[in-house]
């Protein structure tokens, strides 16, 4: 299968496919490892059948990849894989009510308006999200990511002898499975009534959403990770990256670490602030948790730190707390670094 074809059947499946018995493979990707969940369906039960991690050295992706699957004993050739970055984007936009034919000719139309590139530059994908969210008015969810971007990725897990499934935005595989989640946890519809915003802290990126009664009202990446602390503290002391990193994730930190860290953090709080105060410029509304997730997340008292300077509520959450799990899975994983696999899991439960 040729990759444009590909791309135009199964990019941004937006829905959780139907089915009743299968088994997925979902794939993060990222620039310092790659994390894999393997999750199999049986009607509307979920379990966890694979984790996997791999670091990624010398820039070597592909060499990751192979690894997490042979370590996670994976031997499926169809994997789900995500998108994030400057080269895509979500928008959640309100739209006059129409039937699903009328909305997808209009939107042909109508796209330009919301996606900020060329549409000739482009493959996009949208989805009605809610019908009546006002008088006479739906809410409409539109991804796209630049071709050039997407046929890169795709040529790459092609190259390895892999099927691309689905391709999806990472942030939206966050919704998923946080979805799961809320639903597990907090089965009375009235439990996750409000603003929920899921960040989600990788290496490089940091995904965030904003939720509303669980559903998608806004999304974007932001260039700070867990990285860009490392990279503070090499800089201030002179010191190698790894050298960085361990004192990073030290327990018994000194002051001067304390401050750089703190110091990064306040940078995250002063971007995130942005989008809330957009955020509630445009809806009038304020959340009122942020669910923090990813390797980024698990930084020793960032919730703390991250509350008071925002004075919100974070809360680390468990991408994996809704699933199942097989007895044979490694609970170092499992248990241990579970807030990695936030984008794995979600892409996996497409």
Not at 265 to 282: C, H
Request: hydrophobic share 40%.
């Amino acid at each position: 299968m040729e990759i444009k074809e590909i791309i135009y059947r199964n990019f941004f499946r937006i829905m959780p496919k139907a089915g009743i018995r299968y088994s997925t493979v979902g794939l993060d990707i990222g620039n310092s490892s790659v994390k894999l969940v393997k999750t199999e369906r049986d009607n509307n039960a979920y379990r966890i059948s694979a984790l996997g991690v791999e670091e990624v050295k010398s820039g070597n992706v592909k060499d990751a990849v192979k690894a997490v699957l042979a370590k996670a004993g994976v031997e499926n050739k169809r994997v789900n894989i995500g998108l994030c970055g400057k080269q895509t984007v979500i928008r959640c936009v309100v739209v006059p009510e129409m039937e699903e034919t009328d909305f997808k000719n209009s939107l042909k139309y109508e796209a330009a308006k919301y996606i900020p590139f060329p549409l000739s530059e482009v493959i996009w994908d949208s989805k009605i999200l809610k019908h009546n969210i006002e008088s006479s008015k739906m809410l409409v969810l539109i991804a796209a990511a630049k071709k050039d971007f997407v046929t890169q990725k795709l040529k790459m897990i092609l190259d390895l002898g892999l099927e691309p499934c689905v391709l999806d935005i990472d942030s939206l595989a966050l919704v998923n499975a946080f979805d799961l989640l809320s639903n597990k946890v907090k089965p009375d519809k009235k439990a996750s009534a409000g603003i929920s915003v899921l960040l989600n802290i990788g290496s490089h990126l940091s995904s965030l959403v904003f939720l509303e009664d669980n559903l998608v009202r806004f999304g974007r990446d932001i260039a700070f990770g867990g990285n860009s602390i490392t990279q503070k503290i090499a800089a201030k002391l002179n010191i190698n990256f790894g050298e960085a990193e361990k004192n990073k994730l030290s327990l018994e930190k000194t002051g001067e670490i304390k401050g750089i860290i703190e110091s990064s953090l306040t940078d995250l709080a002063n971007e995130l602030r942005l989008s809330f105060d957009y955020y509630e410029s445009q809806t009038g509304k304020t959340a009122q948790t942020v669910y923090l997730s990813g390797g980024g997340s698990s930084l020793d008292g960032i919730c703390v730190f991250m509350g008071s300077a925002m004075n919100i509520l974070f809360e680390a959450w468990n991408p994996l707390a809704a699933l199942k799990q097989d007895d044979g899975l490694d609970k170092k994983l499992s248990e241990g670094f579970s807030s990695r696999f936030a984008v794995a899991a979600g892409l996996s439960l497409r």
